[in-house]
């Protein structure tokens, strides 16, 4: 644990704002910056992510630690900040962690499979205007890991859920939807991520407020197809 | 050297399927045998990867992020063009082509645009089969708005988050084809240098930003797909880690760049609110739809806003520009906003802002609708500035967006390196001058999934494939100049942070060479430049080492390269003695507009390096305009 006084914050600025000052004022005393990961500062991208004082990305409602302002602390507030709290998520440095766990669940099945070529006329399909917002509500979803690194188990059940809500709610997605369940939850277990005990931090600390509902579809998507698929549709295959 | 662009003569309506089948084609069972290098996963460079894993290349494919799903495509907010015609709106392919060739003010190349408005039905299907969620009528159909300065509903979205789920849609066939084995990904590794062999594009190396680690990769064709160079500008839209280091290394190993002082200024960002700034946020042009923009009449009128009456407000876009109004392209809506903050008359605590007003929305749709199409958009406004937009007026502010510019490439997208291609925006062919919005989802997507899977076949089936070792001369020599510049940025050991120049690089280029230019700003500014990039090499100060994750050092060799870039933007923008779209040159203008000359500068200006300390060369194509006349551009 280090300590850093940082005086002269304004209030519009952002937290990351404030940290790379922060991170000036070190280098030019010599001593090491802080490494954190960021990348768009819009709340899009995933790449930011860190606890505050225990909560992650600070525990505002909808927000990511780059879109935090300062007008939400106080002159003399004494922060603690520490990296994603998950065996999962390896510390890198600092604050910095790697995620590659969720692209490796993603790449196990996390997808539709389709080549690029000339698939039907996009109306050819048609999706009711509710099945594509529920669709939508989970894809939203920006991969930070913030559900993980709140949840006591360090479970990946709201991310996994979201994936598969938001192709379990749209038509392209049902040919694939139990291999689906089965290998993503299968890559999630192997990636050391453990269960989900519907305690509900995730869904109270996702900044993109994902709800618990995708984690219920995703049991009943893998309990159902637990039941009913053979193996060799599970393991292997051309994706 | 002569720039031959290889695009197709005769009917353009059949140019690209002509030329498609003259294009060589590589047997299924010699395509693994290729390695391919692929640089960037945005929606170019991810939708490449994967289509080209699919084809059953072998793919390598790098990116800076720790993940490629953060490439920047992934904050587009407003939406992708598609010549659907689902509305019956009069739509069609020669419209989006046409609406392209002229809203780039009649600087890009009429074959490549032509084909960029034909592939852009096919994107939308593409999408639709990954599970893309675009937003649906009740009908089931995809809905449709229309979007930055369009008379037709063509835009394609999904929520504020078009970007984001095209390129998770992108990520998805390429984690696919990771998990299938065609596709190695190479996440938080950084292109530092091209390898060029017998003037071939042969191979990359690259740094591990985990541990310092070079490494050397080689392929048969090395693919950049690494995104525009508007952080040259330090505030701008664009992500903290965009940079123009692949395309500017290419640059000095031959390829040409083209354009460079082809930039777009956005018109709708909230405004800087101080010197800590990191980056500004855009605010989708989607609200210029409801949105009425306006500044007080009276200069330095520092009145609440609800208290200025109706009468003592300048709804300076519907006045001058009747019949587009608050929807004239970016280009105008950004100058107009600077010429009223010029006038004293701009808004907010620095001046610099104009008000983007939804009171009268508000009442006609009430808010419950507006929240429906702008809830996400005002709810990110209120975070950033504490204002509620249901009630004050949003304060706006143009900022640097996206590059037209970028490395010159032919019809093929493959640059004068024979085996270089380059995609998306980090190339210069689609938009000319000035870009039009949902356009550039469109592009990143039509060059990696449609375009560059013909291409870069015809160009392995001609070449021969080489194995080289690490030993091969040109690559030692790729390796120890990266290795040199690390070390020259770890010992100069001076006092001033990377950020701090990275600031003030970005200051004398807004203020010289931003949304207006003339010859001797330019000329002031290329000096402040070169002496600014000089203090850089002396006095930058990067801790720690190489053989550690440095966020430091990442940032030193990328603004190392903006000080160069810079010093060409504002070289390109003094030659091109003209006006044009998003270039506008105090000098020439007719009534407040850009003017274009026609006579002397319809052309694409190529830059090649000639070596450190020496001017660059200047080669130019011609632009030959068959279909669509060059005229001068209306919105009045």
Known sequence: MVRYEVPGVNEHMSFLEMLDMLNERLTEKGEDPIAFDHDCREGICGMCGMMINGKAHGGFKGTTVCQLHMRHFKDGDELYLEPWRAAAFPVVKDLAVDRSAFDRIIAAGGFISVPTGSPPDGNAIPVPKEDADLAMDAAACIGCGACVAACPNAAAALFVGAKISHLAHLPQGQPERKRRALAMVRQMNREGFANCSNIGECEAACPKQIKLEVIALNNADYIKAAFTERPETVSGGVG | ?636
């Not at chain 2, 040259?232 to 390829?255: D, E, H, M, P, Q």
């Not at chain 2, 104009?354 to 749709?365: M, N």
């Not at chain 2, 720690?544 to 070289?571: H, I, P, T, W, Y």
Request: aromatic fraction near 10%; hydrophobic fraction near 35%; include cysteine.
């Open chain 2, 1 to 636: 050297m002569e720039l031959v662009s290889n695009a197709p003569s005769g009917p353009i309506e059949r140019s690209w399927e002509t030329h498609k089948f003259g294009l060589k084609l590589v047997n299924p069972a010699n395509k693994r045998k290729h390695n391919i290098i692929v640089v960037g996963t945005g929606l170019a460079g991810g939708s490449a990867a994967a289509s080209l894993g699919e084809l059953g290349y072998n793919v390598h494919c790098f990116c800076f992020q720790d993940s490629p799903r953060r490439a920047h495509s992934i904050a587009a907010q407003g939406g992708i063009n598609a010549a659907k015609n689902y509305h019956n709106d009069g739509d069609s392919v020669y419209r989006l082509f046409y609406d392209t060739v002229k809203g780039g003010d009649f600087r890009a190349r009429e074959a490549n645009v032509y084909r960029l408005a034909q592939v852009s039905v096919n994107i939308i299907d593409q999408c639709v089969a990954q599970g893309v969620p675009f937003a649906r009528e009740y009908g089931g159909l995809l809905d449709n708005r229309s979007f930055g300065g369009a008379q037709v509903s063509r835009t394609f979205y999904a929520r504020g988050q078009t970007g984001q789920q095209l390129l998770l849609g992108a990520y998805q066939a390429l984690e696919r084809q990771v998990g299938l084995g065609t596709v190695k990904m190479y996440p938080r590794t950084e292109m530092l240098d091209l390898i060029v062999i017998d003037g071939k594009a042969r191979g990359i190396v690259t740094r591990s930003l985990n541990d310092g680690k070079l490494g050397v990769h080689f392929g048969d064709a090395v693919v950049l797909a690494t995104g525009g160079y508007g952080n040259v500008f330090y505030l701008s839209t664009n992500a903290k880690g965009c940079n123009a280091t692949a395309i500017w290394r290419a640059y000095k190993r031959g390829a040409l760049f083209a354009n460079p002082c082809f930039t777009q200024i956005h018109p709708t960002c909230i405004p800087v609110a101080g010197d800590y700034q990191s980056k500004l946020t855009l605010m989708s042009e989607s609200l210029r739809n409801d949105g009425r923009i306006w500044v007080p009449k009276k200069a330095g009128d520092k009145r609440n806003p609800a208290s200025i009456p109706e009468e003592e407000r300048d709804y300076y876009l519907e006045t001058r520009y009747p019949s587009f109004g608050n929807l004239v392209p970016r280009d105008i809506a950004s100058r107009a906003a600077k010429a009223v903050c010029d006038a004293g008359r701009g808004v907010g605590e620095t001046g610099l802002g104009v008000y983007l007003d939804f009171s009268e929305a508000l009442k006609r749709l009430g808010p419950q609708k507006i929240a429906e199409r702008y809830g996400n958009l005002f709810e990110m406004y209120e975070r950033i500035t504490g204002e509620n937009p249901y009630e004050v007026p949003m304060r706006i502010f143009p900022a640097t967006h996206y590059t037209m510019g970028g490395l010159w490439v032919d019809y093929n997208l493959m640059s004068t390196i024979p085996g270089l291609f380059v995609l998306g925006e980090a190339n210069f062919s689609d938009h000319g001058a000035n870009r039009l919005g949902a356009s550039a989802l469109m592009q990143g997507l039509a060059d990696g999934y449609f375009i560059i899977p013909y291409t870069i076949g015809s160009y392995l089936a001609n070449i021969k494939t080489e194995r080289y070792s690490e030993d091969a001369p040109a690559a030692k020599e790729a390796v120890a100049n990266v290795a040199a510049i690390t070390k020259k940025l770890l010992d100069a050991n001076g006092k001033r942070t990377v950020d701090s120049y990275h600031r003030e690089l970005g200051k004398i280029l807004w203020d010289y060479c931003g949304m207006s230019r003339n010859a001797a700003g330019l000329k002031k500014a290329a000096g402040m430049i070169a002496e600014l990039r000089q203090d850089f090499w002396r006095n930058v100060r990067v801790l720690g080492s190489n053989e550690e994750f440095n966020q430091s050092l990442e940032k030193a060799g990328r603004v190392a390269d903006f000080f160069e870039l810079g010093e060409l933007l504002c070289m390109d923008a003094l030659h091109r003695n003209e006006s044009c779209g998003g270039h506008f040159r105090e000098e020439y203008q007719t009534d407040g507009e850009a003017l274009r000359d026609d006579a002397n500068f319809c052309y694409v200006a190529a830059w090649g390096f000639q070596g450190a300390g020496r001017p660059p060369s200047l080669t130019k194509e011609p632009l030959v305009f068959n279909y669509v006349k060059p005229s001068q551009r209306s919105y009045k």
